[in-house]
T-cell receptor, first 115, second 110 residues
């Protein structure tokens, strides 16, 4: 299994508060991704990173920002959480050889509830 | 609009028989296609993939078929085993962007 951890694993927060989720990898993979999983929608890409300080938007990026200051860490921030951001968030990595590869390895997920 | 559709939310199959999971996509620009398996409370795990230059890829009990003219992808599992019971997601990619289907829950009955 690829070494990917996510923290926290569960979080309950109130509407309007900032929230940061962390993804940490020990595999030195170049690419990192944040997804959310919701019933009826499958997994949807929020943001991805193709290197340190290099990030780009995915399909559902509104209301989210990301940062990657080190190869091993990719942070997802909800500046002001809303109830529509209640979801399960997954981090994924790929590109072990530093080239783009399509196969992604996922972390265990973070369940976020915004009340 | 959903780029990828899995029209069967669930599928039940007897142990030892073939499981066929289907996936349709909308954009002919996608060039890579993948299947993931997901157990409850875990992240998805990569299962098998195929590039647009092929129409079939096989890995043990798992075979993925790609019909580009129909924009259709399928996963065959044979023989099916109880441990295969999980949610299966198909995914398509252009390289930077990935789109997942809504998943099919497979139950293999012993």
């Amino acid at each position: 299994d690829a070494g990917i951890t996510q923290s926290p694993r569960h979080k309950v927060t109130e509407t309007g508060t900032p929230v940061t989720l962390r993804c940490h990898q020990t595999e030195n993979h170049r690419y990192m991704y944040w997804y959310r999983q919701d019933p009826g929608h499958g997994l949807r890409l929020i943001h991805y990173s193709y290197g340190v300080k290099d990030t780009d938007k995915g399909e559902v990026s509104d209301g989210y920002s990301v940062s990657r200051s080190k190869t091993e860490d990719f942070l997802l921030t909800l500046e002001s959480a809303t109830s529509s951001q209640t979801s399960v968030y997954f981090c994924a990595i790929s590109g072990g050889g530093r080239a783009l590869t399509y196969e992604q390895y996922f972390g265990p997920g973070t369940r976020l509830t915004v009340t | 609009d959903q780029q990828v559709k899995q029209n069967s939310p669930s599928l039940s199959v007897q142990e030892g028989r073939i499981s066929i999971l289907n996936c349709d996509y909308t954009n002919s620009m996608f060039d890579y296609f993948l299947w993931y398996k997901k157990y409850p409370a875990e992240g998805p795990t990569f299962l098998i993939s195929i590039s647009s230059i092929k129409d079939k890829n096989e890995d043990g009990r798992f075979t993925v078929f790609l019909n580009k003219s129909a924009k259709h992808l399928s996963l065959h599992i044979v023989p099916s085993q109880p441990g295969d019971s999980a949610v299966y997601f198909c995914a398509v990619s252009t390289g930077n962007q990935f789109y997942f289907g809504t998943g099919t829950s497979l139950t293999v009955i012993p």
